[in-house]
């Protein structure tokens, strides 16, 4: 008998009421199971349902009959068989904060972290900061830009830390998530030497769901890792730049196969598989199709990247200058790195 199991058990043995559960997305034989999405409590006419969470997973519970006390038992449970896994007392704002970004602390874990440290209510957003040396350095550098004291700069692992940095609504200063992840990391490279890669989440409206933005910060870097040039890796990326990733990895190998072969031919896949000339077209793409950016960026001539552009036209067909043009290129040369071809 799993923990899980034990409670279970217990539970049902102290309220007098037989106590089943189910992982959720799933549908076992054995116990009763809703037919019916659901938020809160609800009920079938014989069983009452709700739903909780146990080390980070998501559970239906069911309690049997569907009077007010029923229901009463199904509003206070969730937070009854969570607080088994409550063990965060005694950890630093770091550790807890960790487990938060982690996904290993429950709901009421969650609260009991934002009431002790008074940020509730408070939008907030996750970077993702890949150092490759001098972390500790780079995480006091970080920790003395920090705007207020609710940002949080935690150690995630020999190379990687996490700042959960909350929004000032009354502060201008920057823009953007982006905008800010933008000075960081100009800020540490003038400061240490070092080039760091940063990963942006999305913003969120309060600390329960920071774990979703730090896996978009996290999933950023790694789209960066895989389908950016050399060029452009040790860069700040937001989740918001590789939604066509996103959108593609979704699509069948064998629809993307049919899909590149029927337009691409050889004279493609020299430049697909030239770094020098994709690097050149995406820093392009990035300057928002700007050739004098892009020359000063890439510390190249202009002639020479005129070039370029005229090369990859010649080669493909698609004049990136235009952007109809851009955009097709961009999407080819995403299906290309996702085949690995």
């Known amino acids: 008998m799993n923990e899980l199991e034990k409670i279970a058990k217990e539970t049902s043995e102290k309220i007098g009421v037989n106590f089943y559960y189910y ?4 549908r076992p034989k054995n116990v009763p199971v809703c037919e019916k999405q659901f938020e809160g409590v609800t009920d079938d006419g014989q069983f009452t ?7 980070g997973t998501g559970y239906v519970g069911a309690i049997e009959g569907t009077t007010i006390i029923q229901k009463n038992y199904a ?3 969730p937070a009854y068989i969570e607080s088994f896994t409550e063990k965060e007392s005694d950890l630093s704002k770091t550790e807890y904060l960790k487990k938060i970004l ?3 602390c429950s709901s009421l874990g969650i609260y009991k972290y934002a009431t002790k440290f008074s940020i509730r209510d408070y939008a907030c957003f996750a970077l993702v900061i890949r150092v490759p040396k001098m972390l500790e350095e780079s995480m006091a550098i970080i920790g003395q830009y920090n705007g207020n004291s609710l940002d ?3 150690k995630m692992s020999e190379d ?7 929004v000032d609504e009354n502060n201008a200063e920057y823009q953007s998530s982006v905008d800010y992840a ?6 540490l490279e003038e400061e240490l030497g070092v080039e760091v890669s940063v990963g942006v989440g999305t913003t969120v409206h309060d600390i329960k769901d920071i774990a979703q933005s730090y896996a978009r910060a996290e999933n950023a870097i790694r789209y960066a890792d895989e389908f950016e040039t050399s060029g452009r890796k040790g860069k700040v990326h937001s989740y918001r730049e590789f939604v066509l990733v996103k959108m593609l990895e979704e699509v069948s190998h064998s629809k993307l196969t049919q899909y590149l072969y029927d337009i691409t031919d050889e004279s493609f896949r020299e430049i697909f598989d030239n770094e020098e000339m994709l690097e050149t077209a995406e820093e392009f793409l990035h300057c928002s199709l700007n050739v004098s ?3 000063r960026n890439l510390y190249m001539h202009r002639n020479t990247l005129l070039y370029r552009l005229d090369k990859i036209e010649k080669a493909t067909g698609l004049n990136i200058r235009c952007f109809p043009d851009a955009v097709s290129f961009r999407v080819l040369t995403l299906i290309y790195r996702l085949l690995g071809v």
């Open 23 to 26: 992982a959720e997305n799933t």
């Open 102 to 104: 982690q996904g290993e």
């Open 75 to 77: 509003t206070l449970l």
């Open 160 to 166: 990687t830390c996490v700042l959960v940095k909350y």
């Open 152 to 154: 949080t700069v935690v």
């Open 49 to 55: 349902f709700f739903r909780f969470y146990f080390k």
């Open 293 to 295: 950016e892009t020359s």
């Open 182 to 187: 933008e000075f960081l990391a100009q800020s």
